[in-house]
């Protein structure tokens, strides 16, 4: 089981919860690495479900697990690929030539979880009525609050950004505009008095 | 003090529109402008009659960039407390009457993509603001009209020449409704549903939207509930020590009023949590009214929205 | 025109100061010797003639070095200033708010004429003259909110209301206390209150929200808010923190008097007509230490609530660590004596120390 149950935090930390089925016209389902665990258990619930279904998925470091599984379970259109930037075409495409009533699913790591979320609601479905499951890593996408650059995947607490170079410490402030938690100086006050790094939720 | 600011006006025009509509429009007292507002607005028209201040809420219908004038299109309700009796009755060009500052609690979302309008007999009105106001910032949007009749249909002919590719009329005299469900499959993404007529419509609405997977956030509706007249009962105002009866046909916010109590409000028509009042003590049976309280605190018996709700039975102590 | 406008700067060598005027009208913000939150709200409708609360948007003295500083902030980061494609109506209401208000509470420095929708805009102190169609972007140099509030005071919030909650869809923001309008716009009144420890727990935000979703057109609301900065620094953005964050330490016994500024934000809150969107103009007031110390009612009490205020708080507000500091400085100015309520400074039954 790939669930990690987050502490509690404060009110801009994102919350996940369980995928279930719900009333709609269609659904499109965007999930990476373990996200696809989400969606087998919601296709054993509701078999008929994935008949109905877009599936883009993006199997990021788990090779072949996952994806055997997914083309079993009869998929109307199930597209696999190899990152978020190169489905994202085809997402945004897809969501803008969507009908209301389309259900939309998410799962798998925050970064992917809250791209997608962002597209989602630039194409206007508000973002409380999208369902998200948190699996798999606990890598976070990062803002730079300086220099404004996302980095990927930051499983340590302080970071070095990507960017600019700059020590930043890990904030639970998250912005779903940018998909990204905030980083902030970590030494801007005493520079150069930067703690080490430790894992997150460790 | 209670409600929003107040705007003295005389009555400049009245016309009537058909057998149950009329249209009442004013000017301001003092020649200044009037505020300007959001399509969706109602204001709070306050009615002397008798010894009873009526203050009854009413869509604004003129367009939201006029500031010279306000309308609004009362229908009349026979069976109604008065309100509106009064309105079709007693008000005469000329007039002095008073209106409270324009408040929205049924205003546009601009995010949304297309506005998709549904419109039961009277609740026509917010939308005649909604649309002056989208047609000025090029808005994409849509109305589906239904009405009793051709002749009962306030404002449709207008309408229907000035966008006849967007207004869409149904009238139950030719058997003709809306084919909601079918309306409603292929709306683009980022639709929003805006409903405003008569209860059992909205319900049917928005019942149909949740089914077809329309998140709460994009449905919006307005319902006023006029105060239903009701069994005359007696209720005890602690805070402020008195005893006060709440006749026939004035409501229990009104009653309070009456006696020089101030009592907060904003909608008056159950809508907007402002009037909320802790129960003290209640003997009886209530009737609520409004669509503000969750259905478990009207079991609780320890609140009432005074603006709609009444009571039946022996003691009513409110901590007013 | 009535108001000498100083030539200052807020960066650099901080030649910023408050004359006599300016610092009789400082919104001292406790009432008490204490302080914790509050849902402290009060109907913005005037104030006693020449305080910061008379007019609907205070003009004061710096006016035109802070319209300077902004504009400098803007140069060097445009993202300050953003507005979602659904607040461009609220941005055309502000922008009407601001300049009815400001033509009709000081017709001497500014002017508007309206025939129809064609405005003509004066504003005298910054030498502007601007004729524009209402509600054309394409006849402004800035979208409208940004046009008008890089003329006037104060950081704007623009909320959306919706969903019974306000959304941070617009802003501009320049004189913030140490948060990010592009890393917060779009969040919802519980989202951008979040990293604000306490509160949450004791209700205020709920409290506050409903205040403010119920806040009517033609009756505006205000309360004061506070937090320390050191030096006269305007723009203490995160965007820039790893830039002044240095500061901070550059506290001694010998310069605090003169480097620590106690910062006071007058917020406003204005339900927008056209848009039923609310504006939130947050105004922000700096005077050092050694100002304050003249009025022997506030060195009293800035010791008192500086020392009592709980530990998360003063993290909070950024000066932890200065605190023993400003400790040993303020308690000089506290004799012990009791202070009376309220904010004003008691000039009639006690005169200002030197
Ligand atoms: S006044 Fe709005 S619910 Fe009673």
Redesign the interface.
Known sequence: MSNFSFPESIKSRPTYARLEPRAGKSYLFVADAEGAEAIIDLASNDKSLMSKSHVIYIPKNTGKKYTLQLEKLNINQLYIGPSYSAAQSRLRHTLVSSHMGLQLYLSGTEGLIGQAQRDAMVAGIPHTAIQSEHRGSIGRRMQCVHCKGITEDVDIDPYVCSHCGLSLFVRDHYSRRLAAFQGVCIDAEEPGNIPTAVELYK | MSG??KINVKVSKIVLLNDLVTRFEFKRIDGELF????G??HTIVEMKDGGITRRNPYSLMSD?MDQHSYAISVRRDDEGRGGSLFMHNNVKVSDDMVLS????LF?L?????KHLMIAGGIGITPFMAQIK?LD??HGNWELHYSARSPSLSAYADDLVSMHPNDVHMYYDSENKSIDLENL????????HLYICGPKGMIDWAVGQA?????????IHYEEFLAPKPGKPFQVMLSASNKLVSVGETESLLEAIEREGVDAPY?CRGGA?G?CETVVIEAEGEFIHMDHWLEDKEKLSRKKIMPCVSRFDGKTLVLDR | MTIQFNDETFRGAYTFKNSEWALKRFPFPFHEDSYMYSVNMEQHKGGPAGSIYEKRFDVDEHYLSEMRDRAEVLKEDPLRCQSLPNMTLAGWDLLELIMVSKSEDYPDMFELQRKGDKWRWINKPMGIDDSFTFLDEATLPFGPMEYITRQTQGDFVVLDQRDENLWMDAGMVTTQADWSLDFDIGMNFFEWHAPVPKAHEMGIFVRALKFLLNVQQGAPARRLNWTMTVNPLLDTSPENYHKWGTQKRTITANNIGEKQHLRVELQTFFRLPRSNALVFPIRCYLASFDDLMTVPKWGRRLHRVIRDLPEELATYKGFIDNRPMMLDYLSKFDDGKPTSNGIWPDRETEPLRD
């Open positions: 929003s600011e505020p300007t507002f959001s969706g607005a939201p500052y324009p408040v929205n205003s979302d601009l995010r949304a993509k106001q000025r910032s409603l499959d292929g709306q683009p993404l980022g639709t949740v089914n077809l997977g329309w998140p709460n956030e994009v904003l907007c402002q």
